[in-house]
């Protein structure tokens, strides 16, 4: 019993469901200097598109829409200050190497396993809240 409650709570923890907006698979990293990034699945199940206008979080000072951009050798982060598109019945992947949400000024002493708030706004959605743990912690110099 015990264990089934455990499981339940895991699902409802890892999945935020709001009318058309889903968001799935939340998670997030912490980099150097207070840096941190955040992963996730949006997914669109409405006719209609949707935009990720903003985000924010009270763990970090600010919280940017960023894409990793390779180009020959070259890695860059773009900054999406307009926000992301998130087409009409389709699913767009925040994940290592591609957008990702890119937290600075981290609140400090946080730990694996801690979760961080954020707080995301949409443009034909209410604002969701999404509470992603910290899986990795940056490399121990
Ligand atoms: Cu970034």
Do not use: C
Request: hydrophobic share 40%.
């Amino acid at each position: 019993m015990k264990k089934l409650l455990i499981v339940i709570t895991i699902l409802f923890a890892s999945n935020y469901v709001y009318a058309e907006i889903k968001i799935e698979n939340d998670w997030a990293r912490t980099t150097p200097n207070g840096m941190g990034a955040v992963y996730f699945e949006i997914k669109n199940t409405s006719d209609k598109d949707d935009f990720l206008i903003k985000a924010s979080s009270p763990n970090a000072r600010s919280v940017m829409i960023h894409e990793t951009q390779r180009t020959d050798n070259i890695t860059k982060m773009k900054h999406h200050s307009s926000g992301k598109k998130i087409p009409a019945n389709n699913k767009i992947f925040f994940q290592p190497g591609g957008f990702h949400l890119m937290l600075s000024k981290i609140d400090g002493g946080l730990e694996l396993g801690d979760k961080i708030r954020i707080n995301l706004e949409f443009k034909n959605n209410e604002t969701i809240s999404i509470e992603p743990r910290l899986k990795i912690l940056p490399p121990i110099k």
